[in-house]
């Protein structure tokens, strides 16, 4: 069965660059999150987007963006990274369901290090 | 707002051993519940998740959990560890409306196997 994908898988930036992750959701799955896992830690909700609207925000540095497209799959957009930043970011993908949200697949991650 | 909690940062048991990780969830309102199952350098798996149908939850890999509201508990059990199933362990909780969706995981539970 087809999976979320992410890309790229590994990234290396010095600080204050930007960085742009790319997410492609399950085919039919209309919802988006992105997460945060720093070392060690578990996963922090950042902003999730359905059907192309924001429909959440949750911990997001304001120097991060992000957007779904038409096709659905979703970017997030990282200025003046930060020795902080590095952690490995996860995209998940669902379809709201009757009766409540579907239950969210994760991609495989992008282990972002900032230099 | 919900949160969940995990007791115990490192559960060490012998192969072929009761496997017991515990979960402890707050929440004001009837939650969905997640063990999620994460492999070094691998992105998060779903083990099985509680949506209000049966209170004993069945998942992968001979996993399973009940969900106990007079305890405020989901706690994860297998009969019988395997090796494979060394990896981190988390559990999350989410709302069940829209807009609400978003994972709140615990802060994880490394398991051992002990040959």
């Known amino acids: 069965a087809a999976g979320v994908i992410q890309s790229p898988r590994h990234l290396i930036k010095e600080k204050r660059e930007t960085a742009t992750l790319k997410c492609y959701p399950i085919?039919?799955?209309?919802?988006v999150y992105w997460y945060q896992q720093g070392p060690g830690q578990d996963p922090q909700f950042l902003i999730s987007?359905?059907?192309?609207?924001?429909?959440d925000k949750g911990s997001i540095p304001d120097r991060f963006s992000a957007q779904q497209f038409s096709d659905y799959h979703s970017e997030l957009n990282m200025s003046s990274l930060e020795l902080g930043d590095s952690a490995l970011y996860f995209c998940?993908?669902?379809?709201?369901?009757?009766?409540?949200?579907?239950?969210?697949?994760f991609g495989p991650g992008t282990r972002l290090l900032v230099l | 707002a919900q949160s969940v909690t995990q007791l115990g940062s490192h559960v060490s048991v012998s192969e072929g051993a009761l496997v017991l990780l515990r979960c402890n969830y707050s929440?004001?309102?009837?939650?969905?519940l997640f063990w999620y199952v994460q492999y070094p350098n691998q992105g998060l798996q779903l083990l099985l998740k509680?949506?209000?149908?049966?209170?004993l939850v069945k998942g992968i890999n001979g996993f399973e959990a009940e969900f106990k509201k007079s305890e405020t508990s989901f706690h994860l059990t297998k009969p019988s560890a395997h090796m494979s199933d060394a990896a981190e362990y988390f559990c999350?909780?989410?709302?069940?409306?829209?807009?609400?969706?978003?994972?709140?995981f615990g802060t994880g539970t490394r398991l051992t196997i002990i040959p």
């Open positions: 998940a993908s669902s379809s709201i369901v009757a009766g409540g949200p579907g239950t969210q697949y």
């Open positions: 509680y949506t209000s149908a049966a209170t």
């Open positions: 987007f359905y059907e192309k609207m924001q429909s």
């Open positions: 999350a909780v989410s709302g069940r409306d829209f807009g609400n969706e978003k994972l709140t």
């Open positions: 929440s004001s309102v009837p939650p969905y």
């Open positions: 085919p039919r799955h209309d919802t």
